[in-house]
């Protein structure tokens, strides 16, 4: 059984040794148990520790560590079978193979970590509970075979001696040393729990002797003490607390004190089961109940902390929403600023723009005062009136160019570390009832995990904006087929940011297509040829790329590129 096993448990480790002071302790501690087990107990023992030990000991270390501390506990097991029993030489060899092959398969079976804990949930005591008790009917056949073979034990006496004693340390010691060995209690308020342990543990001792005094029959005084100390202590309580139930058993049976001496009296046999079938009662009150307050108090933290979080969700949910909302008007009164700040970046045209009316009003009042002054007879109210307008129109068109400079005020630009996809969406959200008014269909194909660029967000928004709006009103004059409008994003093939404005309009007619980002040239019947022309050149000040082709099957793509952060950082330095 441990040849077939080794493979499966060693086969993918790299082997490494154990700690040094473990190296050392565990084989001593192991022989130590063995021999004073024995020379009190001989093969008659009402526990047996050592296995337990071990046990323990790989539960807690990487299993890489595993074979050496076996081949030390091998030497140890075999060691204190040649001090304990003279001449058994070759039966000896035979309960080694047991005792490891137990040992081995306890371990592995647990399922256990080294830094896993008895009372992570109802199932890990469960589990280890059900290996211990199955484990060791193995280990006792093949024991009781030699003990008969050996020293003459009936095989029936032999394999119930060893099933029990292996049994009770597995599920006594193993625990205790489990709970005890936790990381967990490391980081617990460590100062409190352990004095309130051995203390409720002391008491449940103190209790357990007058249980096994002569003068107080019975069996079960400690029992309420012993539920005190499980409720206290949880896991920990409940086998601290069953240990010095067991230890102060066995030692007030054997030193002839107790109901269970009594009623044996010399038959050793009696003793030992009787005791073992006390531990047992007391395993069985106590575990089960430690572990499902282990776990109801698990799922009670665990049931805090998901409230908790959620709780802390939804008010941050809450904050995001109001901030996005704030945002969204921010947003909007930026981009209508960029947007003029845009049209401002063409000062002539600009101009030209805003002052054609009052200009053309300015000319008109001027040749009517000069008619009406050049008259046979000047009209010269007429012409007042006329002049009035001339001043009048000239205080529009200061006017407009005080805005106009109040529009092209110079300011630093502003660049961030931003995520493009964002700033899209928030544009989107922006046009949608523009998309809606016109019939037009808006997907967006926005790619995950793209890097962040370094640039002026509302100028970015700016670019995106004019392009869909150039789509919208391009597809506004189609009148058959749909109205598609698909934006999306994804990483350039020169380590950066793609953003792409495909449409189901008329497409770019082949004359326009090398105009199109031309400064003032226009497709359109009102537009003055600006849009474009400052789309191409935020997109170059920011030290991209935009171009234009023909979607199919009908329709264009203005696509845009923009350097990472990273790359714009290299190319700087």
């Known amino acids: 059984m441990l040849l077939v096993r080794a493979p499966l448990v060693f086969g993918h480790l790299k082997l490494t040794a154990p700690p040094l002071w473990l190296a050392v302790a565990l084989p001593i501690a192991y022989f130590t148990a063995a021999v004073v087990t024995v020379s009190l107990f001989t093969h008659n023992t009402p526990i047996w520790i050592s296995n337990s030990l071990v046990v323990t000991a790989l539960l807690r270390n990487r299993r890489s560590t595993w074979p050496a501390l076996l081949c030390l506990v091998v030497l140890a097991d075999y060691a204190q079978i040649l001090v304990s029993a003279e001449g058994m030489w070759v039966v000896g060899l035979g309960i080694v193979v047991c005792d490891i092959s137990e040992i081995l398969l306890v371990a592995t079976l647990s399922g256990f970590t080294e830094t896993a804990s008895l009372e992570e949930s109802v199932w890990p005591i469960a589990r280890f509970a059900l290996v211990s008790l199955l484990v060791p009917m193995v280990s006792a056949t093949g024991g009781a075979m030699l003990l008969n073979l050996a020293l003459g034990v009936p095989f029936g006496e032999g ?87 067991a230890t102060v058993a066995i030692w007030s049976t054997f030193t002839g004190h107790g109901p269970i001496a009594t009623f044996a009296g010399t038959n050793i046999v009696a003793k030992i089961h009787y005791l073992q079938l006390y531990i047992a009662v007391v395993l069985l009150s106590v575990l089960p109940l430690a572990a499902l307050l282990g776990h109801r108090e698990k799922l009670a933290a665990q049931l805090r902390a998901f409230t908790e979080t959620l709780e802390e969700r939804v008010k941050e949910r809450t904050r995001q929403l109001q901030a996005e ?39 008109t009042n001027a040749r009517a005062a000069l008619r009406w002054l050049n008259g046979q007879a000047p009209v010269l109210e007429e012409a007042r009136q006329a002049l009035a307008g001339i001043v009048n129109d000239g205080n529009r068109a200061a006017q407009v160019i005080d805005r106009v400079r109040a529009h092209i005020k110079k300011a630093p630009p502003r660049r961030d570390d931003l995520e493009i996809n964002g700033a899209i969406r928030e544009v989107v959200e922006l046009i949608r009832s523009e998309t809606v008014k016109n019939s037009v269909s808006v997907r967006t194909e926005l790619a995950d995990s793209l890097p962040l660029i370094n640039g002026d967000r509302v100028q970015l928004q700016q670019v995106v904006l004019n392009l869909i709006i150039n789509a919208i009103e391009a597809m506004s004059g189609v009148s058959e087929g749909a109205r598609d409008l698909l934006i999306s994003t994804g990483k350039a093939e020169s380590d950066g940011v793609l953003v792409a404005v495909r449409d189901s309009g008329p497409g770019i007619a082949p004359e326009s297509a090398d105009r199109l980002f031309d400064s003032f040239y226009t497709t359109k019947r009102d537009g003055l040829g600006m849009g474009l ?9 920011h030290q991209g790329q935009l171009w234009a082709t023909a979607n199919t099957p009908r329709g264009a793509i203005f696509q845009f590129t923009l350097p990472t952060r990273q790359s714009r950082t290299e190319s700087n330095q």
């Open 159 to 245: 394999w119930g001696n060893w099933y029990l004693a292996t049994a009770g340390g597995l599920l006594i010691v193993t625990p205790l040393l489990l709970c005890w060995t936790d990381p967990r209690l490391r980081t617990s308020d460590w100062r409190r729990v352990i004095p309130e342990t051995l203390l409720l543990a002391g008491l449940v001792a103190i209790v357990g002797f007058l249980d096994f005094h002569d003068a107080v029959p019975g069996l079960f005084l400690a029992f309420p003490f012993l539920l005190l100390t499980t409720f206290q202590g949880r896991l920990l309580g409940a086998t601290t607390a069953a240990a010095a139930v």
């Open 533 to 541: 022309s400052i789309c191409h050149s935020i997109i170059e000040a």
């Open 325 to 363: 909302n704030e945002a969204r008007r921010q947003t909007e009164a930026a981009l209508a600023r960029a947007n003029r700040l845009a049209t401002m970046g063409q000062l002539t045209a600009s101009i030209a723009h805003e002052v054609s009316q009052p200009v053309a009003a300015t000319v």
